[in-house]
């Protein structure tokens, strides 16, 4: 893995963790697709089963992890006999739901505590600050469940459970150079050639390695690349002018069709939606 890979892809896509539970759980608690948001739980203690739609249920019986990447319909159900110890956080992304990092996991990320190095600081951390009611906590909790995220996608990368998609090509030797570069800068005028040029391979064993590896075209990951910074722009209140310029469209007509093919309406009435509370 590149070492600027993994920041890169982050900052990219801006993954945002916000706390809203932290302390003793028994019973049933549901989770709802709806909301809109992925969810992060961390199980400090006791046993559970977690169900989710769609996939085989999970038995909780040692301190785990369960990241759900993307939004899904999830219930965590704890014995009424006994009471778990467990904070959950909703995960948020700038660039939407249906982003590089969203699409290379699974639906459902488990992994013991016995299994992430140099995970205990952070959660020893994490868990004083819940019990404590300091001036802060609330965006020190935050911070410390993006520490845990980071360390989560580093661990899915040792274990090599991600095969396909941008956090593989991060993993490639020549393709995560030219990854890091088209995240950086999407406005460049970059072609199937160029980039071939910078992976160092043939324009046509470039295109087939990046398809099998990252799952999609070299100029479709371009388009999103450019999609998703254009939404980050446009978030911010940035004209659509000045958005097409920054993406590296030509002109605000030619940003504006390549938007309406990726989202289905054009970057004002996303931004009407937006602001309407639709996304």
């Not at 939404?231 to 659509?240: E, N, S, T």
């Amino acid at each position: 893995m590149n070492p600027d890979g993994i920041s890169r892809l982050l900052d990219h896509i801006g993954l945002r963790a916000n706390t809203f539970y932290a302390g003793p759980l028994c019973g049933l608690h549901d989770f709802a697709a709806d909301e809109g948001v992925g969810h992060l739980h961390v199980i400090r203690a006791g046993a559970m089963r977690a169900v989710q739609a769609g996939h085989p249920d999970i038995q909780v019986g040692e301190p785990t992890l369960l990241f759900y990447p993307r939004p899904i319909n999830h219930r965590l159900d704890v014995d009424d006999t006994v009471t778990a110890d467990v904070l959950c956080a909703s995960v948020r992304y700038d660039a939407g739901q249906e982003n590089p990092l969203t699409q290379s996991f699974p639906a459902v990320v488990v992994i013991p505590f016995s299994g992430l190095r140099r995970i205990e600081p952070t959660l020893t951390a994490l868990f004083a600050e819940a019990a404590d009611d300091s001036p802060g906590r609330q965006v020190m909790l935050d911070r410390l469940c993006d520490i845990l995220l980071i360390q989560i996608v580093r661990y899915a990368i040792a274990q090599e459970w991600v095969q396909h998609g941008v956090l593989a090509g991060l993993a490639h030797p020549r393709l995560a150079p030219l990854l890091i570069e088209l995240l950086d800068d999407p406005r460049q005028p970059w072609t199937v050639d160029s980039m071939a040029a910078r992976a160092h391979l043939s324009r046509n064993g470039f295109a087939q390695e990046f398809r099998n590896v990252v799952g999609i075209t070299p100029a479709d990951f371009l388009t999103r690349v450019r999609m998703v910074l254009a939404q980050r722009l446009l978030r911010q209140g940035r004209p659509v002018a000045l958005v097409a310029d920054e993406t590296g469209y030509g002109s605000q007509p030619a940003f504006s069709r390549a938007f309406i093919r990726e989202t289905g309406m054009s970057p004002s009435a996303w931004v009407r939606t937006l602001a309407a509370g639709g996304r």
